[in-house]
């Protein structure tokens, strides 16, 4: 059975940072593209950072030089480090992954709230 687990969320104040993980269960992860996606309220949800089997890695523009991805193919691992948060980063954030199929979008993570408030 398939599971992505997340963990890391909470309240952080601006200017902070915060580190969300992900773990991969029952798929081969290390062949999947993973990434983050993340929903603010009354917005749609929106990829903020992934990252391909060959460590090819794409950034939202609203994060590039804060966030940064990883993933630990031996542990199926998938990270987001977030640096200089932002109150408009306040968002409930996704683990996915997917194949390379567009029609398919893939395994997704239950979600966490990351809040950026003072």
């Known amino acids: 059975q398939v599971h992505l687990v997340q963990s890391g969320g909470g309240l952080t104040e601006p200017g902070g940072s915060r580190t969300l993980s992900c773990q991969g269960t029952g798929f081969s992860f290390s062949i999947y593209i993973v990434g983050w996606y993340r929903e603010a309220p009354g917005k749609q949800r929106e990829l903020v950072a992934d990252i391909t089997r060959a460590n090819v890695i794409s950034y939202a523009d609203s994060v590039k030089g804060r966030f940064t991805i990883s993933r630990d193919n031996d542990n199926n691992m998938l990270y987001l480090q977030m640096n200089n948060l932002k109150p408009e980063d306040t968002a409930v954030y996704y683990c996915?992954?997917?194949?390379?199929?567009?029609?398919?979008?893939?395994?997704w993570g239950h979600g966490t709230q990351v809040t950026v408030s003072s």
């Open positions: 996915n992954a997917r194949s390379t199929n567009p029609d398919w979008q893939g395994y």
